[in-house]
């Protein structure tokens, strides 16, 4: 009986150091789903945030209270710290996320909805203050940044993803 239990002992220690690694390998295939989730969720308010632009026939009016749906460019950043951008700045929970960015409904089991936020960013003119013999301005190109946030099942699975969509707009 002695002998039965020395060998089961060694088994016992080699099923719970099996059992171990099992579970942590269900919790990492779990994250890495959760942060695909998040992932895909941040593409899709970007993707939302840029049709949003495309579908406007004039340049949205930006605002210092992103009113319109566009912010004006500096006023998330003089929220925060002079040092970081607000994207990266960690008073940029999901509370504030949610009074500042615009939410998209991508994914019904995600913790939150996603969110984006448009920022003017930079105007730029073709060089030409006419059109030649038209007497007409030419457009000008807009471009504005693009910060989405996805989130997982988890409030704690978090992607922030970021674009510049430019487009031109007539005067």
């Known amino acids: 009986m002695l002998v039965c239990l020395l060998l089961l002992i060694p088994l016992l220690m080699l099923?719970?150091?099996?059992?171990?690694?099992?579970?942590?390998?269900?919790?990492?295939?779990?994250?890495?789903?959760?942060?695909?989730?998040?992932?895909?969720?941040?593409?899709a308010a970007l993707e939302t945030a840029e049709a949003?632009?495309?579908?406007?026939?004039?340049?949205?009016?930006?605002?210092?209270?992103?009113?319109?749906?566009?912010?004006?460019?500096?006023?998330?950043?003089?929220?925060?710290?002079?040092t970081t951008p607000w994207w990266h700045?960690?008073?940029?929970?999901?509370?504030?996320w949610a009074a500042h960015g615009s939410p998209v409904v991508s994914d019904a089991s995600a913790a939150v909805p996603a969110r984006y936020i448009i920022e003017q960013y930079r105007f730029v003119t073709d060089g030409e203050s006419t059109g030649v013999g038209t007497g007409r301005l030419q457009p000008v190109v807009a471009f504005?940044?693009?910060?989405?946030?996805?989130?997982?099942?988890?409030?704690?699975?978090?992607?922030?993803?970021?674009?510049?969509?430019?487009?031109?707009?007539?005067?």
């Not at 026939?57 to 992103?66: D, F």
């Not at 699975?157 to 970021?162: A, D, K, M, N």
């Open 52 to 82: 949003w632009l495309k579908s406007q026939e004039y340049l949205p009016m930006a605002t210092n209270t992103g009113e319109g749906g566009v912010w004006m460019p500096g006023v998330l950043d003089a929220k925060f710290s002079v």
């Open 15 to 43: 099923g719970a150091t099996a059992m171990e690694s099992a579970v942590l390998g269900e919790r990492m295939a779990a994250n890495t789903e959760d942060r695909g989730r998040a992932f895909s969720a941040a593409e």
């Open 144 to 171: 504005h940044r693009i910060t989405a946030l996805g989130v997982g099942r988890r409030a704690t699975t978090r992607v922030r993803l970021q674009s510049t969509f430019a487009r031109p707009y007539e005067r």
């Open 89 to 96: 700045d960690p008073d940029a929970d999901l509370r504030w």
